[in-house]
């Protein structure tokens, strides 16, 4: 046995089926855009991995010129440890 549905109950099952497929979109979109935002992430992790190999290149370069030290990045000097100043002052 079948019933025709109301005029009424029909524009309601079209307006779930089309608010179905809106939020379907969404979510499909979101997760893409969660996709490329993961692998923007790995793409940063990569280039500051990259950069502390580079940092600790440079401070290592550093430490052969000037001695055994620190550098203070805000300052920009170099702070031989006091061993090494002494070494410096006793063969300078």
Do not use: C, W
């Amino acid at each position: 046995m079948e019933k025709k549905i109301t005029k009424k109950e029909e524009e309601r099952a079209t307006q779930i089926k089309t608010e179905f497929a809106d939020v379907h979109t969404q979510i499909a979109s979101i997760q893409e855009e969660m996709n490329l935002l993961n692998k923007k992430a790995e793409e940063l992790i990569h280039s500051l991995e990259l950069l502390r190999k580079e940092e600790l290149n440079f401070l290592n370069s550093l430490n052969e010129k000037y001695g055994e030290g620190s550098l203070d990045p805000f300052k920009m000097i170099y702070k031989i440890t006091e061993n090494d100043e002494r070494k410096e002052q006793i063969n300078g």
